[in-house]
């Protein structure tokens, strides 16, 4: 399949990866929108999380968990931001599962 983010989670595209598992993927943000950015993917290619369901959620799950160790490596200590853009209207531009992290600069809400 001709997946930008597959690509990234075998190595085939070089990033800056954060972290690595048999599941999940951390890399920086190419274009980032904060002082940190970072993108954790699951390595199967799920579309979004529109696509989550019975049988993969624990994949998703794990990206959670992949999220809150970074934040503690990171000593994020003051807050972060999870979001995933899902779908065309919210602005998903890769069609692979990813959740942004974003921290250390003020964030507004409701999100524009
Ligand atoms: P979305 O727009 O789908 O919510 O998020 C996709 C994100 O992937 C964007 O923030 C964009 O900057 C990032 N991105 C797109 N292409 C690449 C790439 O080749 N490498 C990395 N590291 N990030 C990318
Ligand atoms: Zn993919």
Known sequence: MDCLFCKIASGEI???KLYEDEIAVAFKDINPT????????????????????AENSSVAGHCFEVIARLAKELKLEKGF?????TGEQAGQSVPHLHF???????????AG
Do not use: T
């Open 34 to 53: 904060a002082p940190v950015h970072f993108l954790v993917i699951p390595k199967r290619h799920i579309e979004s999380c529109a696509e989550i369901n």
């Open 14 to 16: 070089p990033s800056e």
């Open 100 to 110: 942004h992290v974003l921290a250390n600069r003020e964030f507004g809400w409701p």
């Open 81 to 85: 931001r999870v979001v995933s853009n």
